[in-house]
């Protein structure tokens, strides 16, 4: 009896290793290369990682487009801020300048509202503590000076103060007159080193007057036939000492 059982028992084990080996052979065959036994498991595989590739590749560009537009935007604020430096650097050379000689600057051609703005570089009017300005006579000009770092050049303008009207020309703004008030203008063509230089005027004009328009405010421009190719911006400084 015992023997019958165990040659029971050595044949049950026979077919379990050999049911075993077929389970065996079986998992080996479905993890195999599809190339190996037909199998198509390893090419779902294999669709998954080019879809997990495309994925990333996605991610990526969306990733590169993102830090594109933060560059842009970072080189219009470093230009934007740049500008509004430069625009104070001369509202307190300018204000040391009237503080020291207690008059008004000298108009560079009569009658007229460009103003000599190389004396707050050089200048041997009484009181004057300058310079005023880091910047070099560079031309034989008076009324004009440039801003190597920006490659810009500005003037002093007397302006009127009051919201200026449509028939301002490409060199002034709004011509100071008898009776009106009057400030001081510093003057410059943005185009000479911006490409980009209208959405420039309209960023400057939202940072220095909230978007009031071109034609009020500190910050002002041209809007003259051609401003498209002869831009002309204007930063209003302090008013002059004798008003017309």
Known sequence: ???????MFGLDCRALKKQFGKLFLASRHSEAPEGANGSC?????????????RIALAIFGALSVISGAALYSAI???????????????????????????????????????????ELVESAKTGWKGPYLPYKKTSAADHYITDEATGLTFWLHYEKTDTWTGSDTSSSGDTCTAGKTCSYYLKTH??????????????L??????????????????????????PIAFYQLMPMINQP
């Open 190 to 203: 943005l185009n000479k080193s911006y490409s980009d230089f209208e959405n420039l005027i309209k960023q």
């Open 76 to 118: 219009q604020e470093a230009k934007i801020t740049r500008i509004i430096t430069t625009f104070n650097e001369f509202e307190k050379g300018l204000a040391s300048y009237l503080i020291d000689t207690g008059s008004d600057m000298p108009i560079h051609s009569a009658p007229g509202h460009e103003i000599t703005v190389l």
């Open 205 to 230: 004009d939202e940072r220095l007057d909230n978007g009031d328009g071109l034609r009020a405010g500190k910050f002002r421009a041209n809007a003259y036939t051609g401003m498209s190719t002869n």
């Open 1 to 7: 009896m015992f023997n019958k059982k165990g040659a």
């Open 41 to 53: 498991v390893y090419t779902k595989r294999g669709a998954m990682f080019g879809l997990d590739a």
